[in-house]
């Protein structure tokens, strides 16, 4: 285990087969890919990976075929499951597998629980890992979830477990709310999913982003955080705005589907629905002009 995730993270999108299970080779060529162009991390299984359609067993072995294909120092892996048991297991199996950090959505199935209950539910992650102790990133995402880390939530948690709860990524798209976290503590990490903040996160409160986009704009993302280049950020906003009000998921793997001219990229697992090849197309081409 190395240091602290930082800088440009891609919420890594997941290839499939035909009969909608992870497809390992094309998952590790586009991740090598998203390393050598610009990216510094990969977040496996999060949201845009259509994790949580996928068995436990098919998450599992995806893990492991990630692990054994790329540097494990840059991955973190998407762990929160609605039971305690299955997000044990997950989580466990990152630190054996050496990923750098888990990404732990709340148990979403219940709503309207009290923060007491999400302590529990987090306290019993940390002590039932405890032999396992790889770090922790909360994953904030109440539009999906239907629950949120509040930050008095985070506050409690990286009080009471400090060596585990690393960080946070907020999906939210709520700025004040961000960085209301990464006031908590300079040693909490918090990814908002947004590349316009990556400006800030060089030389502000945020330790990077985590963003579905940068599956497509990661060059950009690197000039950006990397050189403070303005004209970069821009550009990678724009791409991020290409999917606005569209389905980000399928809107993202239709365009790596023209890109890598591959159609078999274009699949997402029910109930989303795919792109058309005509939309991908023209996804597809704006991104082009844009990464020029």
Same mark, same amino acid.
């Given at each position: 285990?190395?240091?602290?995730? #930082?800088?440009?993270?891609?919420?890594?999108?997941?290839?499939?087969?035909?009969?909608?299970?992870?497809?390992?080779?094309?998952?590790?060529?586009?991740?090598?890919?998203?390393?050598?162009?610009?990216?510094?991390?990969?977040?496996?299984?999060?949201?845009?990976?259509?994790?949580?359609?996928?068995?436990?067993?098919?998450?599992?072995?995806?893990?492991?075929?990630?692990?054994?294909?790329? &540097?494990?120092?840059?991955?973190?892996?998407?762990?929160?499951?609605?039971?305690?048991?299955?997000?044990?297991?997950?989580?466990?199996?990152?630190?054996?597998?050496?990923?750098?950090?888990?990404?732990?959505?709340?148990?979403?199935?219940?709503?309207?629980?009290?923060?007491?209950?999400?302590?529990?539910?987090?306290?019993?992650?940390?002590?039932?890992?405890?032999?396992?102790?790889? &770090?922790?990133?909360?994953?904030?995402?109440?539009?999906?979830?239907?629950?949120?880390?509040?930050?008095?939530?985070?506050?409690?948690?990286?009080?009471?477990?400090?060596?585990?709860? #690393?960080?946070?990524?907020?999906?939210?798209?709520?700025?004040?709310?961000?960085?209301?976290?990464?006031?908590?503590?300079?040693?909490?990490?918090?990814? &908002?999913?947004?590349?316009?903040?990556?400006?800030?996160?060089?030389?502000?409160?945020?330790?990077?982003?985590?963003?579905?986009?940068?599956?497509?704009?990661?060059?950009?993302?690197?000039?950006?955080?990397?050189?403070?280049?303005?004209?970069?950020?821009?550009?990678?906003?724009?791409?991020?705005?290409?999917?606005?009000?569209?389905?980000?998921?399928?809107?993202?793997?239709?365009?790596?589907?023209?890109? #890598?001219?591959?159609?078999?990229?274009?699949?997402?697992?029910?109930?989303?629905?795919?792109?058309?090849?005509?939309?991908?197309?023209?996804?597809?081409?704006?991104?082009?002009?844009?990464?020029?």
């Amino acid at each position: 285990m190395t240091g602290p995730l #930082r800088g440009v993270i891609a919420a890594i999108a997941t290839p499939l087969t035909p009969t909608n299970q992870p497809d390992g080779a094309r998952f590790v060529d586009h991740a090598r890919d998203l390393l050598a162009t610009g990216c510094d991390g990969l977040n496996v299984l999060g949201t845009t990976g259509e994790a949580t359609s996928f068995s436990l067993q098919a998450r599992l072995a995806l893990m492991d075929v990630a692990a054994k294909a790329l &540097p494990c120092e840059k991955l973190m892996v998407g762990t929160g499951t609605p039971a305690l048991d299955d997000t044990v297991l997950l989580t466990r199996a990152a630190w054996d597998l050496g990923f750098s950090g888990a990404l732990v959505l709340p148990p979403f199935y219940y709503k309207d629980v009290s923060e007491d209950g999400l302590h529990a539910y987090i306290g019993a992650l940390v002590a039932a890992t405890a032999d396992a102790p790889i &770090p922790l990133y909360l994953y904030n995402f109440p539009a999906l979830s239907g629950l949120a880390y509040g930050p008095a939530l985070v506050a409690r948690l990286f009080e009471a477990f400090p060596p585990r709860i #690393r960080g946070l990524k907020d999906s939210s798209g709520d700025m004040d709310y961000a960085h209301a976290v990464a006031a908590i503590d300079p040693a909490l990490s918090v990814f &908002p999913s947004n590349e316009a903040t990556l400006l800030a996160a060089h030389d502000g409160p945020f330790a990077g982003c985590i963003s579905a986009t940068a599956n497509l704009n990661a060059p950009l993302c690197a000039k950006a955080y990397r050189q403070g280049d303005r004209e970069s950020l821009d550009k990678a906003v724009a791409v991020r705005a290409l999917f606005t009000g569209r389905p980000l998921i399928a809107g993202v793997k239709a365009t790596i589907a023209h890109l #890598r001219h591959d159609p078999q990229w274009a699949s997402v697992c029910p109930p989303l629905s795919p792109s058309t090849s005509t939309q991908g197309e023209t996804y597809a081409k704006k991104v082009s002009m844009l990464r020029a």
